[in-house]
């Protein structure tokens, strides 16, 4: 695939000296490397969202028009397609800065980072990578003095957009797809102000569709055969997806929860081959591998019930409540002890009790 790049740069963005910085006339040799395995892990990562331009005007992909334009004449102007990359990473650098204005009263701070623009030629298509990460602090082994850097092999660290589009007759793009991955920090100024781009999917869609295909998945997998592991399993998803503006990278999460369970009847085969199910699951299904979750958008019914008894059902919404139970064996009976904070619920079941 990088065999296939037609021209990559990268910049330095410093919001708090308000500058940008092209990194060597050319991409040094030691860079070289780092950036066609960093191009690659872009291309194939599947933990993305996908996206789709508000028009074909907007800021960042007219450069990208531009540029694309200017690259595939017989004899292109490299100064123009360098003056089109560094209109891209001033823009970016503009909405930083503003971005920092919102923040600072949070004490928050956008680090120095690097910015990799890069256009690659794929048979009749194009892409378009935009790729972004922050510096760390580190120290230098050669002097033991505290520099800044981007991490090494890291690049799930660098939050990227892919625009994949081919340029039509009349000198216009036709978008095809549009796929962002973010990193941990949400920097929704990237996709809304700096791209100007928004979702195929929102964010409460994502993460009902996401639950409600796991749920589905798990009950036609495992249920029947392993009741107990289908519920455990269940919660543990359940568990992710209830925290709030958690920003969910969905391979990563079916891999934690997953590789970390231990069954208790389950099959480790069953369990091997329930993990490659899940993955597929957002493709297959139609929603996005990574969103930011919104729990009050799951179904109130979403639920883990257990019958007790004959009249009594337990039902737990979350994970958060099982250190509450607490289930016990007394004289060869079993018992479900729970701990109650509502007074009126406890009030009122102990004036039942009595009647």
């Given amino acids: 695939m990088t065999d296939n790049v037609l021209e990559e740069i990268l910049f330095q963005i410093n919001v708090e000296d308000k500058i940008i910085l092209k990194r060597d006339e050319n991409i040094n040799r030691n860079f070289k490397e780092y950036a066609s395995e960093l191009t690659d892990f872009i291309i194939n990562n599947k933990a993305t969202r996908k996206y789709k331009e508000q028009s074909l005007s907007t800021d960042v992909i007219s450069l990208i028009t531009q540029i694309t334009i200017e690259i595939t004449k017989p004899q292109s102007d490299k100064s123009k397609i360098e003056k089109y990359f560094s209109t891209i990473a001033q823009k970016l650098l503009d909405k930083e800065i503003e971005a920092q204005k919102r923040i600072d009263r949070m004490d928050g701070q956008i ?198 008894s004959a009249g009594i059902t337990l039902a737990v919404d979350d994970n958060s409540g099982y250190d509450k139970i607490i289930p016990e064996e007394i004289d060869g009976k079993r018992y479900i002890r729970i701990q109650v904070t509502d007074n009126e619920s406890y009030n009122t079941l102990s004036a039942l009790k009595n009647l």
């Fill in 111 to 308: 680090k120095k980072g690097n910015l990799f623009l890069s256009i690659l030629r794929e048979k009749n298509n194009f892409l378009f990578i935009i790729s972004k990460t922050n510096n760390t602090d580190f120290i230098d082994d050669s002097d033991l003095k505290e520099k800044q850097g981007f991490p090494s092999k890291k690049y799930n660290s660098w939050k990227t957009t892919i625009f994949t589009y081919s340029l039509e007759k009349n000198n216009n793009i036709l978008i095809k797809e549009i796929q962002v991955r973010l990193d941990n920090f949400n920097t929704k100024y990237w996709c809304n102000e700096f791209l100007e781009i928004i979702p195929m999917l929102s964010d409460e869609d994502n993460t009902s569709k996401a639950f409600t295909e796991i749920d589905k998945l798990l009950k036609n997998k495992i249920k029947k055969i392993a009741p107990l592991d289908y519920s455990c399993l269940r919660n543990s998803f359940m568990g992710k997806l209830r925290k709030k503006d958690t920003l969910i990278d969905y391979p990563n999460m079916v891999t934690e929860v997953v590789d970390n369970y231990q069954p208790i009847v389950l099959a480790q085969e069953k369990l091997e081959s329930l993990k490659k199910n899940l993955y597929e699951l957002p493709e297959s299904k139609e929603f996005d591998s990574q969103f930011y979750s919104k729990p009050e958008k799951l179904d109130p019914k979403i639920k883990t019930q257990y019958p007790l």
